[in-house]
């Protein structure tokens, strides 16, 4: 791992640039560099992989992080800040620069290099809700079921992706082939209750399932489309702090990630969990 120490005027940062950041925009990370040291003490960290990103992070001392990066490269900082159990103490900053960048976008970060570098330095810190599942998983923009990977995001992934599969495949022995036959194919059929409410049960087809989480009180928007025949049928909308899902093996889109195939998982809302900087 490179690191490269500048200095300027006020304040401290730690500025992690994401491998994929660097190889897939090298000019806009020059640009966020140089307008970063120009306005603030900075250290550079160029991690190579997950190890050293996580790391840099956990020996950032009292300088306010800054993720260079695109969605992937945000929700890897909040996922090891939350199992630190850090985040209730950091302020975290962000600059897109990468192939993902929905949820960077739906936050309110600037997608411009230039924008999004002021805003760590002029910005605002917002509190933000976030999802936090059964298996200590985090959720900051949405959740979606079902969610099968979009090609581009596992291509663009493929640095790290190699190494991980790698290791899968030599640690898991393969699955046997009567239970890939198996699989369940057709319309999910879930059952989505909304503190201990049920919404929607197992007898009823559905589209899909949709959370977020900020709408407010520390609560979730939840929205279920049942699958329509013939005239469009109107989703179910609901609003709650805990939402658990059951059914079949199902997969799930929590942000820029796909997990799964589980048969329950609940999510509750942390109010007010995530400390991003963002346009004043």
């Excluded at 002021?118 to 079902?146: F, H, K, Q």
């Excluded at 022995?173 to 879930?190: C, I, M, N, Q, S």
Aim: aromatic content about 2%.
């Amino acid at each position: 791992m490179a690191e490269v120490a500048t200095s300027a005027t006020s304040d401290q940062l730690l500025v992690v640039i994401d491998p994929v950041a660097r190889q897939t925009d090298g000019e806009s990370v020059r640009i966020v560099k140089d307008v970063l040291s120009a306005g603030a003490v900075t250290k550079v960290c160029l991690p190579d992989g997950p190890e050293e990103f996580a790391r840099a992070l956990a020996r950032r001392g009292s300088r306010r992080p800054v993720v260079v990066g695109d969605d992937r490269a945000l929700m890897r900082a909040v996922v090891l800040l939350h199992r630190q159990r850090e985040l209730a103490g950091c302020v975290l900053s962000v600059v897109p620069v990468g192939p993902v960048l929905g949820v960077a976008h739906a936050l309110g970060v600037p997608m411009g290099a230039v924008a999004a570098a002021r805003a760590v330095l002029d910005g605002t810190e917002r509190r933000l809700d976030m999802l936090v599942d059964d298996s200590d998983g985090v959720v900051l923009g949405a959740l979606r079921i079902p969610a099968p990977a979009a090609r581009e995001e596992v291509e663009a992934a493929r640095p790290w992706l190699r190494t991980c599969q790698s290791l899968v495949r030599t640690l898991v022995p393969a699955r046997p082939a009567r239970e890939t036959a198996t699989a369940v194919t057709g319309p999910p059929r879930l059952r989505v209750e909304v503190d201990g409410v049920t919404l929607v049960d197992l007898d009823q087809p559905l589209e899909a399932v949709s959370v977020t989480p900020g709408c407010g009180g520390g609560l979730a928007s939840v929205e279920v489309r049942p699958l329509s025949v013939g005239a469009e049928a109107s989703p179910l909308l609901a609003t709650g702090r805990t939402v658990t899902v059951t059914g079949a093996d199902f997969r799930y889109r929590a942000d820029a990630g796909v997990a799964g195939p589980v048969r329950r998982r609940t999510w509750t809302v942390r109010e007010r969990a995530v400390g991003l900087v963002l346009p004043s």
